[in-house]
């Protein structure tokens, strides 16, 4: 077996067992992929038709409280960041409520062209008079008139289509009055997955990806089933923990290299914390 399928197959876990976290790293080492990528790259969300770049600017690597290590860095450290990252082609920011960052990404949106930018953002609200709230308030804390992708933040029950549907009409609401693009979640447990692949209504899905589990909702051969059906069945599917939310910082070449080998992820996310951070981010990329 050449080394690509060997990695491909390790990676997804078609017709072989899952191997240990170290065996696949060492292949991922020595692996080398059959097509260039870099961040800045122009990719499609899934069916949304949202394009924007490969790599998004996360701002919470450790958030929440309103408080994470990017939003740290101060309103114009953590604006700054986004900036530079828009002048190396970033076109995705990766904002939440509950990590503070909405400040932050408004005083980067007052330095572009809005409509060269897709903003994420995330609600933790599971009563519908509270997201409805929480989008007019979003909004003004990010100085735009729409969202581009809004998600429910953090679904961690097994049956969270039906428990919060009256969350998932109000967004789906604002998507048909223009005030999001699409509507999505992010999993926190493997049976939230797995009814994130199953509903309709899930357009594009937050899902944490990376080569040795850290920070996951199951061992990486089950998530990557799961994320499977959801490209299948057109969503998009945009990878997040792809460091594992730092247990693989010694090892980014690896994990960065697995979460563009699966096949699966229409883009990543990753928070640096500085420009030094950034920039080698974009160049561990390109030279994937």
């Not at 114009?76 to 920011?93: A, E």
């Amino acid at each position: 077996m050449r080394r690509r399928e060997f990695l491909i197959r390790s990676a997804s876990g078609l017709g072989a067992a899952w191997l240990s976290s170290d065996a696949i790293l060492s292949a991922l080492a020595n692996a080398a992929l059959p097509v260039k990528f870099s961040a800045s790259d122009i990719v499609t969300l899934g069916s949304t038709g949202i394009k924007t770049s490969r790599l998004a600017m996360g701002t919470g690597t450790v958030g929440s409280g309103h408080h994470s290590h990017q939003t740290a860095l101060g309103v114009k450290g953590l604006s700054d960041l986004l900036l530079n990252g828009y002048d190396n082609g970033l076109r995705f920011f990766d904002a939440a409520d509950s990590y503070g960052s909405h400040p932050h990404v408004a005083e980067a949106l007052k330095h572009v062209q809005r409509d060269k930018v897709t903003v994420l953002t995330k609600t933790f609200s599971r009563d519908p008079a509270a997201a409805r709230s929480d989008l007019d308030r979003f909004r003004r804390e990010l100085g735009t008139d729409y969202l581009d992708i809004c998600l429910m933040h953090c679904v961690t029950e097994g049956d969270w289509t039906e428990r919060y549907k009256g969350v998932m009409d109000v967004l789906s609401e604002a998507k048909e009055k223009g005030i999001i693009r699409t509507h999505g979640c992010s999993c926190h447990t493997i049976d939230a997955l797995r009814a994130a692949a199953k509903s309709p209504w899930v357009e594009i899905d937050l899902a944490r990806i990376n080569p040795i589990g850290a920070e996951m909702d199951a061992d990486p051969a089950t998530v990557v089933i799961v994320l499977k059906e959801m490209k299948s069945a057109g969503k998009a599917v945009v990878g997040m923990k792809i460091l594992g939310q730092g247990a693989l910082r010694n090892r980014q070449d690896e994990a960065i290299k697995f979460a563009l080998s699966l096949g699966v992820l229409d883009a990543f996310t990753i928070g640096a914390e500085s420009k030094q951070e950034q920039d080698d981010l974009i160049r561990r990329i390109a030279a994937a």
